[in-house]
């Protein structure tokens, strides 16, 4: 009876830890009484809770003033400095921000209408992380890394998107000057797929997994490789860009100039235009949606697009032979309507005799993944965990 109602203390215990982070998360440094406002705890119970994760090197506290009275600002611990992570594409923005020890002190999204401009959206970016900054209750002089990952392959040698009208208006850009620049710090830009296998190596589904593929699929599709532990992006910084493996010969022109590339056939536009007739307009989100509630014409859509999804990684799978497969981006929040028949079709298409036949994981940050790695690799850029690719 006494090992019950101590493990019901502990649980509760962590219960209300996790609540009181999940607050900080949300909306950045709190006082003490707002986080018993948020949570529902007793400003007691918050104030013993918050001692002992400052003990433990989780939160700092400082003092503060509110409506003209004194007060604990409670906040994550980032006593080693801070890194924020920007995803950008089509539709919008992501930033996270992370300490030292790859914890996420805060995460938000900006949406983007289609056709933006690049000048604009990096002035929007700029104004981003230093809002971000300050809803945390942190300086910009705490800020040593910036790290952004775009929809788009990137060169690795210049920064800049590397093939024209994929990411349009955002040809010969330097994408990070601008950020290096205003905050005088390093910035590293990469592809969304690459920082995606970047955040689930270190924090997500891949951690003790040192090789693997990551396929990044929604709007589009691409993959992040790592062997040895490490990102691998090849000579010209275009590795994994499976979105660009022609599945067609007579398919429709992509936008890289090619024919019948995958990406033709498993993006936003095409995948909703096959139910234009009988669902009207439609979003990918819509159609994850009405899939995950059991509209039919949506499940086999995106059944459709993981059988063409698993035909092109099949062959990536037999020129590397990795441990796992992780999926994510949009098109796997429809979890086994996506992961099943990918997995069925990537098998099919493997060797038949092997061992021990490749796994399928579904990614544990499936859509904030780009945002998250390119925090996590600029972090490790600037403490030299992670070598220059």
Avoid at 40 to 53: D, E, F
Avoid at 171 to 193: R, S
Avoid at 274 to 295: K, P
Wanted: hydrophobic share 45%.
């Amino acid at each position: 009876m006494v090992s019950r109602i101590s493990g019901s203390q502990q649980a509760l215990h962590r219960g209300n830890r996790a609540a009181l982070l999940d607050a900080i998360h949300k909306f950045g440094a709190l006082t003490q009484v707002e986080l018993a406002e948020k949570t529902g705890l007793s400003t007691g119970s918050v104030s013993n809770i918050v001692h002992q994760m400052v003990d433990d090197n989780i939160l700092e506290t400082e003092a503060t003033i509110r409506n003209g009275r004194r007060a604990t600002l409670v906040t994550y611990a980032r006593q080693d400095g801070v890194s924020a992570g920007l995803s950008i594409d089509k539709r919008g923005v992501t930033i996270n921000v992370i300490n030292n020890h790859n914890e996420v002190l805060a995460e938000h999204t900006l949406p983007l209408q289609l056709g933006h401009k690049s000048d604009a959206v990096i002035q929007r970016c700029l104004m981003l992380i230093s809002e971000t900054m300050d809803r945390i209750g942190a300086s910009v002089s705490e800020l040593l890394s910036i790290g952004i990952a775009v929809n788009a392959p990137v060169n690795a040698r210049t920064h800049e998107i590397a093939l024209a009208g994929i990411l349009r208006g955002w040809e010969n850009v330097n994408i990070g000057a601008p950020f290096e620049e205003a905050f005088h710090v390093p910035t590293f830009v990469n592809n969304d797929a690459n920082m995606s296998a970047i955040a689930e190596a270190k924090v997500g589904v891949g951690v003790g997994h040192r090789n693997f593929i990551y396929i990044l699929a929604g709007d589009g599709v691409g993959s992040g490789i790592i062997i040895n532990g490490h990102l691998w992006t090849g000579v010209t910084g275009l590795a994994g860009e499976i979105g660009h493996v022609q599945v067609d010969p007579l398919g429709s022109i992509c936008s890289c100039g090619n024919r019948g590339c995958l990406d033709t056939v498993v993006d936003e536009d095409r995948l909703v235009s096959l139910l234009s007739v009988t669902h009207g307009d439609m979003t990918l989100d819509d159609l994850i949606v009405e899939a995950v509630a059991g509209d039919p014409g949506c499940r086999r859509v995106i059944a459709d697009s993981a059988i063409r999804v698993g035909s092109v990684v099949s062959g990536l799978c037999i020129g590397m032979d990795p441990e796992i497969v992780i999926v994510g981006g949009k098109l796997s929040m429809s979890n086994e309507i996506f992961i099943d028949p990918f997995q069925e079709s990537l098998r099919r298409l493997l060797f038949p005799d092997v061992v021990v036949p490749i796994q399928v994981l579904q990614a544990d940050h499936p859509v904030t993944g780009g945002a998250l790695g390119a925090a996590i690799f600029a972090m490790g850029k600037v403490n030299s965990f992670i070598p220059a690719m």
